[in-house]
């Protein structure tokens, strides 16, 4: 008999990178977190505000380490799933999945970050050029019995028209955009559903971590509440970024501290010409309608 308290899934969802398959396999807690998100949203400062409300804000948590990318395709599934299996803190995984490719637990918490989409394609173009062209081409080649691509090459194209092809291809070379956010706003009045915005964390990181902290059911002490803001500071996580980048620092120029560029709100409007912004704004309001597409553009603030 199914679990009355799972919300079942529609769909699979596959592609070159990830597989939602995995979680047919998974063994869900009832306090897990699910950190949810589109690529360069503010995935990895989440998991590192996550771990350090978990534990009283120690400086040396390896967030890579322990916070797997669930449907990830790599590594194998195997390996995520015992990994998982063998942890006794309280657990909290990455997912880029669509809700309705995920199957949800009323028991777990699930955190969704979302950020301007133009932001995000400017900083995927920036995560391109940060990959490390020797650690890619391993990857490559060790992917080539699979035929599954684990990373993608250096932009071919200019960073305007990159953003641009990323906007009229949805989410191009990645994968879809739209239809993961549609997804998680729709769940946003879900009790165990709280959604974020990387704006907010750059305007108040320690107002939305008191909000996350109380969403999660997490004590913090207050001799320990100086400290876990100091390390989700943005600076804090590039000056230590081997512990926070994905798939290793070896992957990234820099060991690592390519991976976290400038951090900004709203960086695309001295970036991008005035035809794509409007361009896109307008795709916003078509996807998502005018009350997530202004949550999207700028989080819970009323800004201009």
């Not at 398959?21 to 503010?42: C, H, P, Q, T």
Request: charged share 25%; with cysteine; aromatic share 10%.
């Amino acid at each position: 008999m199914p679990d009355p308290t799972v919300r079942q899934k529609t769909r699979e969802y596959r592609n070159r990178f990830f597989d939602s398959s995995v979680w047919n396999d998974a063994v869900l807690r009832d306090d897990d977190i699910m950190i949810a998100s589109y690529a360069k949203a503010g995935t990895t400062w989440l998991q590192q505000i996550v771990a350090q409300l978990l534990f009283g804000g120690e400086p040396g948590i390896d967030v890579a380490a322990i916070s797997p990318w669930v449907d990830s395709v790599y590594p194998d599934k195997a390996t995520k799933l015992a990994l998982l299996a063998a942890q006794t803190h309280r657990r909290f995984m990455k997912t880029h999945l669509p809700a309705d490719a995920l199957a949800t637990s009323a028991r777990a918490k699930y955190l969704y970050i979302g950020r301007d989409g133009r932001d995000i394609a400017l900083s995927l173009y920036d995560h391109q050029c940060a990959l490390s062209q020797d650690a890619q081409a391993r990857l490559q080649a060790a992917a080539a019995d699979t035929g599954t691509l684990r990373v993608v090459p250096p932009p071919s194209l200019p960073r305007d028209a990159y953003v641009a092809h990323w906007l009229e291809h949805d989410g191009a070379p990645f994968w879809p955009f739209w239809e993961g956010v549609r997804s998680w706003w729709e769940r946003r009045e879900d009790a165990n559903v709280l959604l974020l915005h990387y704006a907010d964390l750059l305007d108040d990181l320690p107002g939305q971590l008191r909000r996350i902290a109380t969403f999660l059911d997490i004590a913090v002490h207050a001799e320990n509440w100086d400290a876990i803001v100091a390390h989700c500071q943005f600076g804090y996580m590039r000056q230590h970024a081997a512990r926070y980048v994905p798939q290793g620092a070896g992957l990234w120029r820099d060991g690592g501290r390519a991976f976290f560029n400038q951090g900004r709100n709203g960086r695309w409007r001295d970036a991008l010409p005035e035809s794509l912004n409007a361009a896109y704004a307008r795709r916003a309001h078509a996807e998502l309608g005018a009350d997530a597409a202004h949550w999207l553009a700028h989080g819970q603030a009323r800004r201009s």
